[in-house]
Structure formats: C-alpha cells, structure tokens
C-alpha cells in the first residue's frame, strides 16, 4: 500500500504532462507553421525554393482564376467557371466574313498585341482565361501536386489601375509584388532573370482605368519595357473609345468578337443554375433567343447575356414569363430587376432609376467628337444624384451612397479610371435609359438627333419601342435624313403609318435588287422581317422569293439580290428562314453560306447535304453544338469513306467540348459496323456509354485511313488526345502489320551532350568512341527522357521524337504522336522506348481509378506456380533420364538402344539451353515453354516406359495421366497470370493512361 502511495505522484505527473502535450499540440503545430511561413517568405527567392515558389504561384493562379463572380449578384456565392467562357478575337481591320474566318486568332500569334474592346465584351476575362489556360496545364486534378513543365511564357496579369495608387514604382517593381501577392515573396532576382531570358508573358490590363494625367506616362513606361524585354510576350488591353493608337508599333491590334451560338451555349452550361431549375434550362433560353432575334444579337455580349441568364435564373424561375421581343421591352425589365435587388436596400427603385436615367441623359449629351465620351466625371455623377434627391425631398448628402448602391448591387454603371469617372456597363443601356427620360418628349429627341446623329441614332431606335405610342412623325423625319435608320425603327416602333411603311420598304427592295445591301441594311431586313406582324411576313415573302427566283428565267435580273437577300434571311434567325435557304443550298452558294451562319436551326440540313456533299461535315463542326455533334455522329456509318474519315476527325475533335462528350454519351448508334470498343472504356461512364462505341469507331476510322504523307491533314482538325494516344501505343494495329523497335537507337550530338549535363553516363561514355555514332539501348536513353516528364522542353521533345524515328517507329504510328501536345508526346515516347513490346488492348482496356500500374501482387519468379512446375520436371527429367539409361544400356529394353541414348543427350541439351536461355522479359524463367517445347515428348515417352518397367501398365497410365494434368494446369495458370500481370504492369498505363484519366 505504501509503493502504491509513493508512486501515485509520478503517475498524476505522467498524467498531467499528457494532458499538457494533448492542449499543446496544436499550439506547437501552428508555431511550426509560422516559422515554416516565415522561412519561406525569407527564403522563397532563392535557388533553393525557386521551383517550390513558382509551384505554388502556378497554384494560386489556379484557385484565383478558375471561377469569376458576376457583379450583379443577387448572392455573393454566385461565380461562374472560368472554363465555360472563351473569347474569341479578330484582327481590327477585319470586316464581315473576314473576321468569321479570323475565329482562330489568338494571344500567341505574336509577342506585341493589343486587345481593344467595349466594355463588358471580355477583355479581362480574355486574359484571366489566357493565365488559367497556363495554370491548368500544370496543376493535377487535387490541386495539390504541380507539374510545371517548359516553364516560359509564365503569365503576369497586371491591373494597372494598381499604377494609380503608386505611380513611382517601376514596371518590374509591381511585376514583383504581383508575384508576392501570388505566393512567390521576395522574387526581386528571379524576376530579372526571367524577364531578361524572356519567360514572361506580361498581360497590362486596363489602360482605359489609368487616370487621364497618367495615361502618357504609363505608355512611355510600357514601351520602354518592351523594348528593354524583348523576348516576353506583351498584351495591353484597353476600351475601344479611349485608345488612341499608342500601340500602333506592336506586331497586332485585335478586337474582342461577339459570342457565336456554340460560345452562349457553352456559356449558359457553365452557369451555376441554383437547386431545382429544369435541367434543359439552357435549352429553353437558346430557344427564346432564336425566337427574339432582337435579343440574341445582345446575348452575343458577354456582360448581356450574364444578364439573360441572371435573368432566368433569378427572375423567371418559377413563372410563366418569358423574354421580350424588343430590346427596348428586355432593357426595361433587367433594369427594373437589377434594381430591384432582393438583399436590403437602403434607396427605392423608382429613385435609383431616377438617378440612371438623368446619368444616361447627360453622357448621351456629350457630343459624339468627344474623347472617352462615355465615361462622367465623378463631380458631375455626385451633382446629378443630388439635383435628383431634391427633386423628390431626400437629402442631397446622400448622393455618394445613392451611387455606391448602383454601382454595387446593380452592375449597371461601372467606376472606372479608378473611380474618378463613372460609365453604364454597356453603351445600349445608357441609350435606352437616355431614351426612357425623353419618353414624351419626341421634339427633344429629335432636336438631339439632329445636332448629333451619331450619338442618338440607336437612342432613337429605341425610342421607338419604350413606350406604345405612333412613332410615324419621328420615323419621317429620320427617314429624310438617314433612310437606314428609318428602316430599323419599323422593327422597333410600335405603331407607324402603313403608307411611310410601305415608302421605306419599297425604297430598299429597289435597294437591294441593285445589289447595294451592306452589313446594316442586311441585318435591318433580317429585324424587320422577323417580326411576327403583317409588315414583316410579307417582307419574309419578299426575300424568300428573291433567294427563289435564282432558278428561274429572271435569275440574271436578280443575280445581285441573292445573296445579300439569303443573308438577311439567316438574319431572322427564323426556322422557316433555315428551311428556305435549305431548299436552294449548295456548296457554291450563297444560301449554303448564310445558311451555315444560323447554328442549329442549320444542322438537319447539312445532315442531309452531307450524304451528297462531305464538305457539309466541317459546316456541322464549324457550329460546335451538342445537336451538330449528333448529326456529325450519324455520318460515322456512312457509305461514303471520304465523309467517314472527315467526320471522325471533325468529330474526334469536338470530343474535347466537355457539354458535347457528355451529350454524345446516350446518342442512338447501329450495330454491326467494326469499332475500337477498347479505347473509350476507360473514359466511360458505364457499361451503356455510347461513346464506347462512337469513339471507337473513330479510332477504327483514323487507325484505317490516317494521311501520313506531308500536308495530308492540313484542312482536319485534331481529335481528342484520349483517342489519338490509344492508337499510338497499342500494337497490332498499324497497317503495316505487327512491327518491333530496334533496341539500340541514335543519340545526336546535341542529346548526348544534354544527357551528360544530367549526370555521368557510363553507358554514354563507353559507347562514344572518336566521331563514331553514338548508340543506346531504348530503355536506357528512355531513363533520361523519363527525368524530364515534370519538366519538359521542347528540345527534349524533339530529341524524344528523333529517337522514336532511330527506334523504327512505323510513320503511321509517329503521324499519330506528332498529333499529340508536347507533354504527352513525350510520355508517349518514354512508354515506347521502355516496353519490351507493343501494349496490348488489353493493357489499354478498363482502368479504374486508382488501380495500380507499375506494381503488382503477383511477382512470376518468386510465386509457387513456377517452383512447382519446375520441380515437377526436374522430377519427370530425372525418372525419364534413369528410364532412357536402362533402355540403352540393355537392363530394361524399351525399342532401340541408340533412342535413349538420344532422349538422355536431348534432356540435357534441354535443360542446358533453359538455363541459358536469353532474357526476354524480367525473369530468367519466364520463356522456359518454348526451351521445353523440344524435349518434353522424350520425358513423357521415358517417364511412361520408367514408370510401366516398375508399376506396370495400368498404373503407369494412371500415374502419367495425372502427372500431365497437374503439370499443365498449373503451367496454363501461371502464364495467364502472368500474362495478366504483363497487361496492368506495362508502361503506357503508367505514362499515358493514368494521366490522360
């Protein structure tokens, strides 16, 4: 009792200091986090930490960029995937068809570019996009490991409106805080290497935000950076009325390009529709725009059409509205919602409005010459608020909250030029809002228009439809004075005079019967005859028999009318405009090419004009919508082998639109037609995928039909990389029949000098010998190719694909990895130079996630399957031995002397070439079947005839029967499990396929 009462004060001491250490430890595991933190931020520009700071900046570029918020928020989680917006630019001298045909214009044509823009169309987001696009090439699926590969052209989006605040730093200063802000302190001297070796791609954004007294300066700073770093790529980006050619010597000056039908698709499914929307929402809104022409060509506006969907989610959910047929009625609603806003308000609708609608008034009254018209002083926007407060008995001093309200929670008027100057969100907001004020007031109107029709020519279009009223003596008056303008009022305006209708349609049907239709009587007569009232069914008529009089005797008569007529009938973006240009297209055309323009009211049509003309497939992809895919999808079956092997590349591609492989996953296909069923199986989602069998037909297609000679691709696009590095790897595929690569390759003097700057190579050193040829094994140079994975170059690319070429690789196999991006060319090329032969499909086939590949439960040489056989035949080789022995020595006779005299020498020529049998997979066993193949029939013979001289006959048989089955059910075992472990363990599950899943 007396020990027990001693010891008890150790054992509470024991006690406490757990307790002590459990209440620690998460205090001592937050102080080695500071201290790490602190560390790093000290040290984080040093070689030591520069790969890990640079992995870490990538990382935050992913998180920051992948989502953006919408300004106009009704909850402050809503944000849209970055993924889902793509902006499409054109060359700003490029006018009509010349910019449709720009589509595939990008940031990295040149290393100078200007993006002009106006506001809302996407200039930021374009290059947010651009350095996502960057980031998400490295960053895993966790977001936890990066892979940074070539790391050049590393993205720097700088604000500069951030020049405002400190205008004294230099450029390269707020380059480095970038980088701080980023999570990459300290970078001062990594920095100055990296702009002077060129691995910066700087995007300035906002040259329009910089305040007008810096404007010059920051462009002298900007030049002069761009000329001292001439190797980074430069984008500069400011609003279409501000910019005044400072740029004029970069290599290009580009313009944002409206959404097309595919990219408001592409954007309405990324939108964050809240619980329990209809799940074809996005149909729905796309069916509406079709139906309201005058509101599709607003939802070819990015900040417009958030506005549609913000729209449809926020205030139609649940009701039986639906979007209005006008502008001017679609202004009016977004507005009275957006204002409307549902978190608390501290200022009234019809205030706010109030205060807008004076705002839009007086930038309208700025005359049109003006410089950066569009944007109001931040003194004359506090004293239009204020004037408005009194005039409805509110107290003038809350003028600055009154604005900060709009600006916050509408997303209708924008600070700008860091917030000295305010400006609307879109320059058709100020004009309705303008119009709206000058409701009664037709005299005003006019008076304005007249002193600057520039500035109020769409302001009086929308006139026209705020309000139901007779628009005819404004229509008149404009018509005098700008016939074009007149015509695109009678689309708008509610009520006007049937004999000045009839004057003005009259006027520009003689029009275009002369051929002298431009852009904008084009898309007039598009307005106007969309419109569902008398007027314009009978202008429909008009250009429907215009287009149909091209097979007629008066054809030469209206030569000059069809095509700017079948345009303006894509215009209407009517079905039945789809139907008449369908009926006369032909690839010489020009229905075919106004036809293509209309998206997927198009695609039955080219569906069907591709059985006669296959050039319809690149129309069906040009318009990249899930219903296109579809159609494309058909084709894959067809008669035709010209338009299958175009339809599996165009489709191939389209692959690659996440919405359209997830749409293709239950498309309709028929049966008995040759497919690749293993390439998508591991991509799919389920026995039932379609695109198990769409995708491979694809691949059979290409595998059948691949151009291989220069140029043969030059007008297809490149399918998705999931199919193309199927057929690279897989053997017995290639048209050239089954092939193996030499085991030795060539190493240029280039590669073999980067192979030792790697390190010592012992195997490179004995092999080069004077200016002899240098060779390797596969395997061995595949070592060093395999270091450079997370850091690939493109030198080591093209050095991979020499040696691919040295190895023997068939050309249509490196046709199909040249298709491939650098990164995966080069796994490809580690996976073929390190297998001992061609992947099966088998090795392709189902992998789930998470499955391993480079190691195994089942190891050959050491497993029981193989000690047993062998002992088993060192047991039969001994009995048959001593059997052949009697037979030839004469103590057991068994046929002639000399045969087992022959059978023994056969046994242990057998046994001496298995144990010097070459080598051919990992194990010195693993071929032994075919050493055996010679001398087993000599065992067995032997075995038996032992066997029968000790047990006799019947027991020998026995014995023999069992000893044969035993011994080749456990060999057959023990090859298909090691065949199957050659299948889960080849490279290309490890290089390619893992991380293309």
């Given amino acids: 009792m007396q020990d027990v009462l001693r010891s008890w004060p150790i054992g509470l001491g024991g006690f406490l200091l757990g307790l002590l250490a459990l209440a620690s430890k998460d205090w001592l595991v937050s102080k080695v986090k500071l201290l790490l933190d602190f560390l790093y931020g000290r040290f984080a520009g040093s070689r030591l930490l520069r790969r890990a700071a640079l992995a870490k900046y990538t990382r935050e570029l992913y998180r920051r960029h992948k989502e953006f918020p919408v300004s106009f928020q009704a909850d402050e989680a809503l944000k849209l995937p970055m993924e889902s917006v793509y902006v499409p630019l054109y060359g700003a001298g490029t006018t009509g068809g010349e910019a449709l045909a720009a589509l595939s214009t990008t940031l990295r044509r040149a290393r100078r570019s200007v993006v002009l823009g106006v506001p809302g169309a996407g200039k930021t987001l374009l290059l947010r996009h651009e350095s996502l696009m960057w980031a998400q090439e490295r960053v895993q699926d966790d977001s936890s490991r990066v892979e940074l590969g070539d790391v050049t052209d590393i993205p720097v989006l700088l604000e500069l409106h951030r020049l405002n605040t400190d205008p004294e730093l230099s450029l390269e200063q707020h380059v480095v805080r970038h980088f701080a802000r980023h999570g990459f302190p300290r970078a001062n001297t990594w920095v100055a290497g990296a702009l002077d070796r060129g691995d910066l791609a700087l995007y300035f954004d906002g040259l329009d935000e910089v305040a007008m007294d810096l404007r010059g300066k920051v462009v002298e700073l900007i030049k002069e950076f761009a000329d001292t770093y001439a190797d980074c790529r430069i984008v500069v980006t400011c609003r279409v009325a501000v910019y005044e050619g400072q740029f004029a010597e970069f290599d290009q000056t580009l313009r944002v390009r409206h959404f097309d039908e595919h990219l408001i698709r592409r954007f309405l499914n990324g939108w964050p529709w809240r ?378 591609e389209l692959l690659t639109v996440p919405e359209i492989e997830a749409d293709l996953r239950t498309v309709p296909v028929p049966e008995n037609y040759s497919y690749l069923g293993w390439v998508w199986r591991p991509f799919a989602q389920g026995s039932d995928d379609m695109l198990i069998k769409v995708a491979g037909r694809i691949a059979w297609i290409i595998n059948e039909s691949l151009p291989v000679e220069p140029g043969g691709r030059d007008n297809l696009p490149t399918p998705d990389r999931r199919i193309i590095a199927a057929l690279a790897v897989v053997g017995h595929l290639a048209p050239e029949g089954h092939e193996r690569l030499n085991s030795a390759v060539h190493v240029p003097d280039e590669l073999a000098d980067w192979i030792e700057r790697r390190g010592p190579s012992a195997l490179l050193t004995r092999n080069r010998v004077g200016d002899e040829p240098v060779h390797l094994s596969r395997q061995n140079l595949s070592y060093y190719l395999q270091c450079d994975l997370d850091s690939f170059s493109s030198f080591v690319v093209q050095q991979s694909d020499a040696a691919l070429v040295s190895a023997g690789l068939s050309p249509h196999r490196l046709t199909l990895v040249r298709m491939l991006p650098d990164w995966l060319q080069l796994r490809v090329a580690v996976a073929l130079l390190r297998q001992t032969d061609f992947a099966s499909p088998q090795s392709w086939d189902a992998l789930p996630p998470g499955a391993r590949t480079s190691t195994s439960d089942y190891a050959f040489g050491r497993h029981w399957h193989l000690w047993f056989t062998l002992l088993m035949s060192l047991a039969g080789s001994a009995i048959a031995a001593w059997g052949a022995l009697q037979a030839s020595t004469g103590a057991h006779p068994w046929g002639p002397a000399w045969l087992g005299a022959v059978a023994v020498a056969q046994i242990v020529v057998g046994w001496l070439v298995l144990a010097l049998y070459p080598v051919r997979g990992g194990h010195p066993f693993k071929h032994w079947w075919y050493a055996m193949a010679g001398w087993i029939p000599a065992i067995l013979v032997y075995f038996y005839a032992a066997l029968t001289q000790t047990w006799g006959t019947p027991a020998a048989i026995i014995v023999t029967a069992l000893a044969i089955a035993a011994f080749l059910t456990v060999t057959m075992r023990m090859f298909v499990l090691a065949d199957r472990e050659d299948t889960a363990t080849h490279p290309v599950r490890e290089y390619v396929l893992m991380p293309l899943i």
Wanted: proline share 5%; charged share 25%.
């Fill in 275 to 652: 619980a329990g929307t209809a799940t074809d929402t996005v149909d729905q809104v796309l069916g509406a725009l079709r139906d309201t022409p005058q509101i599709m060509s607003l939802a070819r506006n990015p900040l417009l059409l958030t506005m549609i969907a913000y729209l449809y989610d926020f205030v139609y959910a649940g009701t039986d509205q639906v979007l209005p047929h006008t502008r001017a009625d679609f202004y009016k609603q977004v507005i009275g919602s957006l204002l409307a806003d549902r978190r608390q308000s501290s200022f009234a609708l019809p205030l706010k409005k109030s205060v807008l609608q004076q705002l839009a008034l007086a930038a309208q009254d700025i005359p049109s010459g003006t410089h950066d018209r569009l944007a109001l002083p931040e003194a004359e926007v506090l004293k239009t608020a204020r004037t408005v407060l009194e005039q409805q008995g509110r107290d003038p001093a809350l003028a600055e909250n009154v604005v900060k309200e709009i600006v916050d929670r509408s997303g209708l008027l924008l600070a700008v030029d860091n917030g000295e100057r305010y400006q609307f969100a879109h320059l058709t907001l100020q004009e309705y809002l303008a119009a709206a004020v000058l409701a009664a007031n037709p005299a005003g109107l006019l008076r304005r228009y007249e002193a600057d029709p520039v500035a109020w020519r769409e302001a009086v279009r929308l006139w026209c439809g705020v309000e139901p009223r007779d628009c005819t003596e404004v229509v008149r008056a404009v018509y005098e004075r700008d016939p074009v303008l007149a015509f695109q009022c009678l689309a708008d305006a509610h009520a006007v005079d049937d004999g000045l209708a009839e004057e003005v349609l009259e006027h520009f049907k003689a029009r275009l019967r002369a051929g002298e239709a431009d852009e904008q009587v084009i898309s007039a007569f598009g307005l106007v005859a969309g419109d569902r009232r008398q007027r314009g069914l009978r202008l429909f008529e008009f250009l429907k028999d215009t287009v149909g009089r091209a097979t007629t005797t008066s054809a030469r008569r209206y030569a000059a009318a069809r095509a700017p007529a079948a345009r303006a009938l894509a215009a209407t973006n009517l079905p039945k405009a789809a139907e008449v240009l369908a009926s006369r297209a032909h690839p010489e055309n020009s229905a075919w090419r106004a036809l293509a323009s209309m998206g997927d009211l198009a695609v039955p049509a080219f569906r069907a004009a591709a059985e006669a003309y296959p050039n319809a497939v690149h129309v069906l992809w040009s318009i990249r919508t899930p219903k296109a895919a579809r159609a494309l999808a058909g084709l894959l079956w067809h008669r035709n082998p010209e338009t299958e092997l175009l339809c599996a590349f165009h489709l191939g």
